[in-house]
Nanobody, 121 residues
């Protein structure tokens, strides 16, 4: 089992910045990709950004140019730097890891508990 611990959420004014962190621990053989999703109030969860073990990234159009995803493979940690935040970025942000279990060598998905990001006008 893999645990994802998120941190860095909070309340910020429009135009401000926040940095989210997510550290993975547990029965990890390797992490194939990590990502951030968000779920605004009353809406479905959506992909914000993802990054592969090789550093390839994918970003939602709504955050391109404002958000940057990065990772520290040695620490099994992924970061989301969020700049120029807008009220519509308000959501619960969830970390996601696509990993290979060190016990079963099967590919699995794990989710964090979520961290609230609120952007005031």
């Amino acid at each position: 089992q893999v645990q994802l611990v998120e941190s860095g959420g909070g309340l910020v004014q429009a135009g401000g910045s926040l940095r989210l962190s997510c550290a993975a621990s547990g029965s990890i053989f390797s992490i194939n990709a990590m990502g951030w999703y968000r779920q605004p109030p009353g809406k479905q969860r959506e992909l914000v950004a993802s990054i592969t073990s090789g550093g390839g990234t994918n970003c939602a159009d709504s955050v391109k140019g404002r958000f940057t995803i990065s990772r520290d493979n040695a620490k099994n940690t992924v970061y989301l730097q969020m700049n120029s935040l807008k009220p519509e970025d308000t959501a619960v942000y969830y970390c996601n890891a696509d990993y290979t279990s060190k016990y079963s060598y099967t590919r699995q998905i794990s989710w964090g508990q979520g961290t609230q990001v609120t952007v005031s006008p």
